[in-house]
């Protein structure tokens, strides 16, 4: 037996092209002849070739985008991953095709990232928010991203998921959150008023205490010094006008205030 592949001319002047194959059947003495058989395949080659360039060109796109990208089967398998990955979790992309996504997921955080691929697979979208995902070298990184339901392809991949690395801005913010809980606990049990203040003299932020009376959205987004009396306000500006020229500096001062009565 065998088989070939060859172009034909058609009847409008194009070329088609046809595979087959051609048995030996001479000795065969109800035959006595060689048979061939061909089919046209123009269709199914051009349909190989431009699913050949679609994946070419998505791998080129993937392959330059600096979030990490990777895709899943229905089983929450990795079916392939961009080389950002390794930047972010360590692992070449190669690594992790054909284990399951959870490997990486933190304990704690295994049933949001399950609960994301339920919503994507019914709903066709999800995000995720600041999950933990486990770096080769044993340390815990803090990831947000997107993921999207994909049409249904040869590899078997359903999901597709982009992320990124906030893990030092999650840091970031959990220390100002840190700082901003042990500062209102310090004005409350103080008993002091308390006030931030831009450099434009526009209050920012007030704690709960208040000796004017003024509940805190009276102040937050007002003039510091609306309420100075009008023969302290030159003095107090100028003290004003003092701290924001020398970053921490400390100034004492002395004004009279109105009370909201």
């Known amino acids: 037996t065998l088989q070939f592949r060859y172009r034909a001319m058609h009847k409008d002047g194009r070329y088609r092209l046809f595979e087959g194959d051609a048995h030996n059947l001479l000795d065969d003495d109800d035959v006595g002849a060689i048979l061939v058989r061909s089919r046209d395949v123009t269709a199914l080659f051009d349909a190989e070739a431009a699913l050949s360039l679609s994946e070419a060109r998505f791998r080129a796109v993937t392959d330059s985008m600096s979030d990490a990208m990777f895709t899943l089967d229905a089983r929450g398998t990795f079916v392939y991953a961009n080389p950002a990955v ?32 339920a919503t994507v697979m019914t709903h066709g979208h999800a995000r995720i928010d600041a999950v933990r995902v486990r770096h080769k070298d044993g340390t815990w990184r803090v990831v947000e991203g997107t993921a999207g339901r994909l049409p249904p392809g040869s590899d078997g ?59 805190r959205d009276e102040r937050v987004g007002k003039d510091v010094l609306g309420v100075v009396h009008p023969d302290d306000l030159e003095r107090t500006r100028a003290v004003f006008h003092d701290v924001l020229a020398e970053p921490g500096r400390s100034r004492i001062g002395q004004a009279r205030l109105r009370h909201k009565n």
Request: hydrophobic share 45%; proline share 4%.
């Open 86 to 117: 390794e930047r972010i979790v360590g692992y070449q992309p190669g690594e992790r095709v054909g284990r399951n996504m959870n490997e990486l997921v933190h304990p704690d955080e295994t049933g949001v990232v399950r609960a994301a691929f």
């Open 157 to 215: 991949a359903v999901v597709v998921v982009s992320y990124r690395d906030i893990t030092e801005r999650h840091a970031l913010a959990a220390h100002v959150a840190a700082n901003e809980r042990r500062f209102r606990a310090l004005t409350v049990h103080s008993g002091a008023s308390a006030l931030i203040v831009d450099e434009s003299g526009i209050v920012r932020w007030a704690g709960d205490v208040s000796p004017l009376g003024l509940p």
